[in-house]
């Protein structure tokens, strides 16, 4: 089975600070797609930042950025200057060739004041 | 432009009953998936339809099925329900197979509970 880890279940940062949240993934396709979701207790899924497998550059999208190491098969997300409404669950996912997402059991993110 | 549409928002059923639940994708989005998402089992995937062909489906048992009308829209069915399916779904649209575009919009979900 192709799987993505979260190996935190939890974590918590001070507000304005910077936090990393990790993923590993399994897969034996050369082109994919990997994606952070954030789902907030509202419960819906908000599209956080995307990565191309083919391309060596990491994404960023404003505070939020990504170290994506292709040969360990590593997508961190990293969130700077925290805000409380970064307070959600954070889901991993990677999608391949079958348009499928395959998701981690997430990361709960606590945003302390 | 509005989002992906899912109804009802909350729903409660009892055992062996049938339920339905709609989806409504972004305009111009071609293909819908769905998703049950429990704390057990965390977000597995059902199915996703394309021009109302379904195209993939994820390790469920018969009694959950789906399909996709012209205008994109789409409908998830679970029959004889058990206590187990007890679950949120959530619908997620994207363009598609061929656009070169990657990522999904979900909608709000329906929660499902089974008594």
């Known amino acids: 089975a192709q799987t993505v880890t979260q190996s935190q279940p939890e974590m918590s940062v001070q507000e304005a600070e910077t936090v990393t949240l990790s993923c590993t993934y399994d897969t034996s396709e050369n082109n994919y797609y990997l994606f952070w979701y954030k789902q907030p207790p509202s419960r819906q899924m908000i599209l956080v930042i995307r990565?191309?497998?083919?391309?060596?550059q990491n994404a960023t999208e404003n505070r939020f950025s990504v170290n994506f190491q292709k040969a360990a098969k590593s997508f961190s997300l990293k969130i700077s200057d925290s805000q409380l409404g970064d307070t959600a669950m954070y889901f991993c996912a990677r999608e391949g060739s079958n348009y499928k997402l395959t998701f981690g059991k997430g990361t709960l993110l606590t945003v302390n004041p | 432009k509005a989002g992906v549409t899912q109804t009802p928002r909350y729903l409660i059923k009892t055992r062996g009953q049938q339920v339905t639940l709609s989806c409504s994708p972004i305009s111009g989005h071609r293909s819908v998936s769905w998703y049950q998402q429990t704390p057990g089992q965390g977000l597995q995937f059902l199915f996703e339809y394309f021009s109302e062909t379904q195209r993939n489906k994820g390790n469920f048992p018969g009694r959950f099925s789906g399909r996709q009308f012209s205008n994109s829209r789409s409908e998830m069915n679970v029959s004889t329900l058990e206590l187990g399916d007890s679950a949120l779904y959530l619908c997620?649209?994207?363009?598609?197979?061929?656009?070169?575009?990657?990522?999904?919009?979900f909608g709000s979900g329906t929660r499902l509970t089974v008594v």
């Open positions: 990565q191309e497998a083919y391309k060596q």
């Open positions: 997620a649209s994207s363009l598609g197979a061929g656009t070169g575009v990657r990522g999904y919009t």
